[in-house]
């Protein structure tokens, strides 16, 4: 997939460098000092949509998107409570419209579990899907957020092949962070994953406060989502601009180069 469209903007979420006038003591160098910023507990979203292609099977055999989605989702829950306990989730599913699963925050991992359980895909397609009410339910949920010194972030998983997302939204109002993880089959005559990315890319741009990551995979294995949701535990206030975002490392390629004595280069994933 192309990354071009990527968000190019490079002062999302990071901290001013101030130059302070070196002394004589340390050499007349200038020392630097790095601003105190606070960085928000999170309040996160996860969207997942549950249009029949969410049920197309993986690479390991009857094992779906829906069900590594769960996992994944799983993992990531616990990983970022690990990170700060004070983090919290909700759920939503995407079918035509966005609608809620749990409304509720809550930092406890039974109550993830309990909501995981519950999701479940339709067996018919659901057209087009429509984002605008994610986004208004995002930002209604995330002025709350503001309002208790926590920043909202989404968690859209994506998993239609041939349909690309729509939504009406403000250019100017920008209260919550977007991230995407795209799921799809490969491209062939039924189906435009590149033009669905390109949307969901537009989509991600339009309407993210800070920093928004977006991550695809139409090869079918559980580890590739696995490995793209553990870089989404990124907090937005902290993000570097993805273009600039040099892991995962190719430990393979690294090896290589261990063994050959090429320790200099080291070369990085351009996966998206």
């Not at 003591?25 to 020392?31: C, E, L, W």
């Not at 928000?40 to 094992?63: H, P, Q, R």
């Not at 991230?179 to 741009?205: F, R």
Request: glycine share 6%; aromatic share 6%; with cysteine.
């Amino acid at each position: 997939m192309s990354s071009s469209s990527l968000p190019k903007e490079g002062n999302r979420g990071k901290m001013k460098m101030e130059g302070i006038e070196g002394d004589a003591s340390v050499g007349g160098a200038g020392r630097y000092i790095l601003n105190p910023t606070r960085i928000n507990s999170e309040d996160i979203i996860f969207c997942v949509d549950v249009d029949a292609e969410s049920l197309v099977e993986m690479k390991t055999v009857g094992v779906t998107r829906l069900d590594s989605i769960k996992q994944a989702i799983l993992l990531f829950v616990n990983s970022k409570l690990s990170i700060n306990p004070d983090h919290r989730f909700a759920f939503a599913t995407l079918s035509k419209t966005a609608s809620w699963l749990r409304k509720e925050f809550s930092s406890d991992v039974e109550s993830t579990i309990a909501a995981v359980r519950a999701l479940s895909a339709t067996t018919v397609s659901t057209g087009q899907a429509d984002l605008t009410n994610l986004f208004r339910l995002a930002a209604h949920e995330a002025k709350k957020s503001r309002a208790q010194n926590r920043i909202l972030r989404v968690i859209l998983i994506y998993c239609r092949s041939s349909i690309r997302p729509h939504h009406q939204w403000p250019v100017n109002q920008k209260l919550f962070t977007l991230d995407v993880m795209y799921l799809h089959d490969k491209p062939g005559p039924d189906n435009c994953p590149q033009a669905v990315y390109d949307a969901l890319v537009d989509a991600l741009e339009h309407v993210s406060e800070y920093e928004g990551y977006i991550h695809e995979s139409g090869h079918g294995l559980p580890r590739t989502l696995f490995r793209f949701m553990s870089m989404l535990l990124s907090h937005p206030q902290q993000r570097c601009p993805q273009d600039d975002c040099d892991i995962p490392k190719p430990l393979m390629k690294k090896s290589a180069e261990s063994a050959n004595g090429e320790d200099n280069n080291v070369h990085v994933s351009t996966s998206r």
